[in-house]
Nanobody, 123 residues
Framework: QVQLVESGGGLVQAGGSLRLSCAAS????????MGWFRQAPGKEREFVTA????????YYADSVKGRFTISRDNAKNTVYLQMNSLKPEDTAVYYCALRVGVASISRDEYRYWGQGTQVTVSS
């Protein structure tokens, strides 16, 4: 079983920055990917970014390119999401997720999910 623990959410003013982290524990996979998704009230959960910790590429949603950066610490099975130039429309619950295999932009392909952390960007 895999557990994902998120941290780093909070309240920030527009133009500010936050850094989220997500640590995976439990079963170790030879090839897996971790990603970030977000869901605003009344909206569908949408892809933000993802990377493969053992091969594969890195992907970003168009809405966050140039502002968000995903990174990793393989020794800790942890991924980070650095969010800069935050906008009110970035307000959402942010979820980390793990996929067995290479990175994907599809939420349906991720098997394990964290509880989510609230990010609120005020105008």
């Amino acid at each position: 079983q895999v557990q994902l623990v998120e941290s780093g959410g909070g309240l920030v003013q527009a133009g500010g920055s936050l850094r989220l982290s997500c640590a995976a524990s439990g079963r170790t996979f030879s090839r897996y990917a971790m990603g970030w998704f977000r869901q605003a009230p009344g909206k569908e959960r949408e892809f933000v970014t993802a990377l493969s910790l053992n091969g594969g590429g890195t992907y970003y949603a168009d809405s966050v390119k140039g502002r968000f950066t995903i990174s990793r610490d393989n020794a800790k099975n942890t991924v980070y999401l650095q969010m800069n130039s935050l906008k009110p429309e970035d307000t959402a619950v942010y979820y980390c997720a793990l996929r067995v295999g290479v990175a994907s932009i599809s939420r349906d392909e991720y098997r394990y999910w964290g509880q989510g952390t609230q990010v609120t960007v005020s105008s």
